[in-house]
């Protein structure tokens, strides 16, 4: 009720404010959350924009989209596919397109203007999508492999090229193109577009992306050479103790390039079994154990034409539909940036060990000069040993080796094609000279999401937390979110995922690589409704149904609405949550307690060394899997009341009030103790709002004083993201604070304290006597306790939604700690929301800001109106500034668009 009385307050405001001065603009036009796609395979896709205004409270009231297939006809408003026409809406993102029928290979350009008040803007800059194939029909090419691909451990990367002639000038060049493996595209001896690891890691044996790139400027009017690489990538891993082999037994590509000559006619170039293939320098390729090449077998110009390829042999048709292949849906994959290393030394075994100086994933540039055949060795690991030794045990089978042989003809440069690597170390083998800076650059790879968060303090161990938080999400949102990028396991494990996704979309814009990830995830789901531990599912179909774990289904969909406030996520989402759910219901049967099937638990929750006194923090796996059957059926019934399915939300939200009265009769005492008397219990009874009122607050105190009684956190995987939002909402702020700045172990500063530049899997990785926690299962690089990053961003600097996509939020920071000032920044889909604050001798300085077309609740720390002036002018002077007292040391003030300073006066 107060948003809607304040909506129509601003909404008056903006009509007074903004006539005859305020100057709208737009910027970040997307359409499917990408800027100028090429591969849109969707009939109605969503348009967004943001709007830059000039004035403060500057609202959209309506908006004007057109489309069309002509640039020139869009200006003149001229043979559109589309008009909205005006319409009557402040929504700026995910306008649906409501056009003419899109057809396959089209380019559409679009633009858009908004009316704010009585101003009307100008027209923005146009925007354009292209769209993909609709129809699997569409698809002319056909798979081919290399008879040389016989699928030993592992083969050398076949290469395959073909010569084609265009007689006319290109007007219009586009190839598309997949693989089983993984690819790179050559033509006329240039590398096709900047993804790597292509076509991603999807559900293979129900779908793999296809990408397209524009190679207009790559080809011409008379002969050309089109070739690709491949690599065995996700398909094959060689390991034991992963599954991957049962997708296919070959590599293969498949290839289309689409030609439009200037004078409207076409041509098409297709794989087919007149292409030729061979092997070359590529010895060996695996994702775990790194790449073998040999530089003497460099085949020079192999993808130009006349290049003489007389030896090589003919290729194979392969029997696979194209049925399988979408346009792609994710993020890719490419080079984000270069890092140094900090030192290069030899230790007292003579090896040369080169430090990067962050735990990094990627891979290494190699230059160097050298004799014909000699061999350069580079191994990688995340850490030394106590000794300053390098050590690979964690890494269980993966190798992560490059072996590069060199051809001795001057300077060489390489890099691997079909592998990456998680590490800071590296060891250096076979160089003729001590390497230098010179010789060696780290590659930064991960998918290209671009950083939304900031967030920074007076705490400098805080800051380099938050450093930590981030570089973990880069190195795991390699195309899927991982568990961690180093060890022979790298998968989609699903219940870190959930764990880490609301930090992850604070941290980074996320929406497109979660969509991808979880459509993969409906497809791996079982007909009997169980979710995998991972996605895509390589372990087999026994490796499913754990709780937390396979609840991820239902909680990312709702965090990635709640963060990007499209429906559509869970409109595709739907029929898979509620899958899951039925499951847990049938399973639960009339008790609505979920006590069968094997669970995880509270994953490596604290357990001292000597636990003859407390054996540990462990938690009822049947506790926790009828709390988190309650979560996501809550979760479920939200959604089913959001898309209008008003049975299907009656039924859930009695289905979630019965798993709560059993949860209590069966785990809580009238005085509001859980029967595992843990963090975890409580952290996650609270959040997931399971306890009867009266024993809410009892519970709370539980929770502070067992927090109080070890001075630490004592969580796991399940308990972590909850626990510090817990203790802020009821009053704990302190112990909450006293959990983020404790040092020892365990704690999240406490691996800052010993050189972590990344998230550790355990609270103690490296022990307090500098020993190493158990090897089978020790990642130095592992985000799910980077969760806590998401209670930094919405209590110390109080950034929090207030409905969907942060259309309006509120800024409520609770100042403690000891710091002496926080910010932090995110980058909604409407635009960027700051809030920071400084402790200033007796003063608070706090500044917000608040982008164009949202509504803002801001919180400023002060005992009455008269205390907070800004910039400058009492509050009862500043035009379009709503007042209210909150009574809890908070001035509450109703806020439109614009850059706020506050003054408090203690």
């Not at 998968?491 to 604070?506: E, K």
């Not at 001798?841 to 002036?869: G, W, Y």
């Amino acid at each position: 009720m107060k948003i809607k009385k304040l909506l129509t307050a601003v909404l008056l405001m903006v009509s007074i404010c903004i006539y005859g001065r305020n100057q709208v603009s737009f910027y970040d036009l997307k359409t499917e959350y990408k800027t100028n796609p090429i591969n849109i395979d969707v009939k109605n896709p969503g348009l967004s924009w943001k709007v830059l205004a000039t004035e403060r409270n500057t609202l959209q009231d309506y908006y004007q989209i057109q489309a069309s297939l002509s640039l020139s006809d869009l200006k003149r408003g001229k043979n559109l596919l589309w008009d909205s026409n005006k319409t009557e809406s402040s929504s700026s993102i995910h306008n649906k397109y409501e056009g003419k029928e899109l057809e396959s290979l089209q380019r559409v350009y679009w633009r858009v203007r908004v009316w704010c008040g009585k101003n009307e803007s100008s027209w923005s800059e146009a925007a354009f999508f292209e769209t993909g194939f609709y129809s699997a029909s569409e698809w002319k090419a056909q798979w081919i492999r290399s008879s040389f691909d016989q699928k030993e451990e592992p083969d050398p990367s076949p290469y395959f090229r073909k010569e084609f002639n265009l007689s006319k000038k290109v007007k219009k060049a586009r190839v598309y193109t997949s693989s089983i493996g993984i690819y790179e595209l050559y033509l006329n001896g240039e590398r096709a577009g900047n993804e790597y690891l292509t076509p991603g890691w999807t559900s293979y044996k129900n779908r793999i992306q296809y990408q397209v790139y524009d190679v207009t400027d790559f080809v011409n009017q008379g002969n050309n050479a089109i070739g690709f690489v491949l690599g065995n990538g996700w398909v094959r891993h060689f390991k034991s103790n992963i599954h991957a082999d049962a997708y296919f037994q070959h590599l293969a590509g498949i290839v289309q390039l689409e030609i439009e000559y200037t004078d409207g006619t076409q041509k098409t170039i297709l794989t087919d079994d007149s292409w030729k293939s061979t092997t070359g320098p590529i010895l060996s390729s695996t994702l775990y154990d790194g790449e073998s090449y040999d530089a003497r077998k460099e085949m020079s110009g192999w993808s130009n034409a006349g290049f003489v390829d007389s030896n090589w042999k003919g290729t194979t048709i392969l029997n696979q539909s194209t049925d399988i292949l979408v346009g792609s849906q994710g993020v890719p994959v490419i080079k984000n940036e270069e890092i140094k290393p900090v030192k290069i030394w030899q230790n007292d075994k003579g090896e040369v060990i080169a430090d990067m100086g962050q735990n990094m994933v990627g891979w290494i540039k190699l230059k160097i000069k050298g004799p014909k055949g000699t061999k350069i060795t580079l191994k990688h690991a995340e850490v030394l040993d106590q000794e300053g030794n390098f050590y690979t045990e964690n890494l269980r089978e993966a190798s992560q080796l490059i072996e590069y042989i060199l051809k001795g003809e001057g300077e060489e440069i390489y890099e691997p094609h079909f592998s990456f690597m998680g590490f800071r170390y590296l060891l250096l083998e076979g160089f003729p000279d001590m390497p230098d800076n010179e010789n060696i650059t780290g590659i930064v790879v991960h998918s290209h999401i671009p950083t939304t968060g900031s967030f920074e303090c007076s705490n400098p161990l805080i800051n380099q937390l938050q450093n930590n938080i981030q570089w973990g999400q880069k190195g795991n949102f390699v195309d899927i979110p991982t568990d961690c990028p180093q060890r022979d396991e790298r998968l989609g494990w699903t219940g870190d995922a959930q764990a880490f996704a609301t930090t992850a979309c604070f941290n980074m814009y996320t929406p497109a690589f979660y969509k991808k990830w979880l459509k993969d995830l409906a497809l791996d789901q079982d007909d009997k409704g169980r979710i995998p531990w991972v996605v895509p599912n390589n372990l087999g179909e026994n490796s499913t149904g754990a709780c937390g774990w396979a609840d991820a289904g239902v909680i990312v969909p709702w965090i990635v609405y709640q963060y990007y406030g499209d429906k559509t996520i869970l409109e595709d989402q739907y029929e898979s949550m509620k899958a899951w759910v039925e499951y847990q219901r049938k399973t639960a049967g009339d008790s609505y307690l979920w006590n069968t099937d094997w669970h995880f638990g509270d994953w490596l929750a604290y357990i001292p060394e000597d636990t003859r006194g407390y054996p540990g923090a462990t938690t009822d796996k049947d506790l926790l899997a009828t709390a988190f059957f309650a979560h996501s059926t809550n979760l479920l019934q939200q959604t089913a009341e959001i898309l209008g399915k008003s049975e299907d939300a009656k039924d859930y939200a009695q289905l979630f009030e019965n798993i709560k009265l059993a949860f209590n009769r069966e785990f809580v005492t009238e005085k509001g103790r859980l029967s595992s008397n843990t963090q975890t219990a409580y952290a996650v009874a609270l959040y997931f709002n399971l306890l009867p009122g009266g024993e809410k607050e009892m519970a709370a105190k539980r929770l502070a004083d067992d927090v109080r009684k070890f001075g630490h956190i004592t969580t796991g995987f399940l308990g972590t993201p909850y626990i510090n939002h817990v203790l802020s909402e009821y009053g704990y702020n302190d112990e909450a604070y006293m959990l983020l700045n404790r040092t020892e172990y365990p704690s999240w500063l406490y691996p800052v304290t010993r050189g972590a530049t990344t998230i550790w899997e355990r609270w103690d990785g490296i022990k307090p006597d500098g020993s190493f926690q158990d090897a089978s299962m020790n990642s130095f690089n592992h985000y799910a306790y980077g969760a806590v990053g998401d209670w930094m961003y919405r209590t110390i600097a109080g950034i929090n939604q207030s409905s969907p996509g942060f259309k309006t939020f509120y800024i409520k920071p609770e100042i403690g700690g000891d710091l002496s000032y926080a910010k932090a920044s995110y980058n909604s889909m409407y635009g960027e929301i700051k809030s920071d604050w400084e402790l200033n001798d007796n003063k608070i300085l706090m500044n917000v800001s608040i982008p164009a077309n949202t509504i803002a609740r801001v919180f400023v720390p002060a005992s009455s109106e008269d205390k907070i002036k800004e910039n400058g002018l009492a509050l009862s002077n500043v035009n379009g500034i709503e007042i209210r007292e909150s009574g809890d040391g908070y001035v509450e003030l109703g806020l439109g668009s614009g850059d706020y300073s506050f003054e408090v006066t203690k």
